[in-house]
Nanobody, 122 residues
Framework: QVQLVESGGGSVQDGGSLRLSCVTSTPTLRTMAWFRQAPGKDREGVAAIGSDGTTIYSDSVKGRFNISKDNAKNILYLQMNSLKPEDTAMYYC??????????????????WGQGTQVTVSS
């Protein structure tokens, strides 16, 4: 059974930083991603990393967020810098079923964590 457990969320002020972690029960060699969902909005892809380490980002976080993974420990990370109030959301870790290229499409990910809340105040 695939289990994904996120941690690292919290409350910070505008311009602050947080690092999210996601511990997985399955190899992080599979394509993995971070998504977020704010109240009343659709879930959106934030960053993804493919099996070979290739990364992609949404335009809204490009240059501020960095996705990485430790394949030896099966942990996915999201370093978030220069946080803005509009980054406030529940952040979810997601894993694809197979190895492959990075994707920000929710339909590419059958496995999801429970989420960790990030709140950025102005």
């Amino acid at each position: 059974q695939v289990q994904l457990v996120e941690s690292g969320g919290g409350s910070v002020q505008d311009g602050g930083s947080l690092r999210l972690s996601c511990v997985t029960s399955t190899p992080t060699l599979r394509t993995m991603a971070w998504f977020r969902q704010a109240p009343g909005k659709d879930r959106e892809g934030v960053a993804a990393i493919g099996s070979d380490g290739t990364t992609i980002y949404s335009d809204s976080v490009k240059g501020r967020f960095n996705i990485s993974k430790d394949n030896a420990k099966n942990i996915l990370y999201l370093q978030m810098n220069s946080l803005k109030p509009e980054d406030t959301a529940m952040y979810y870790c997601a894993q694809a079923r197979l190895v492959g290229y990075p994707s920000l499409d929710t339909f590419a990910f059958p496995y999801w964590g429970q989420g960790t809340q990030v709140t950025v105040s102005s």
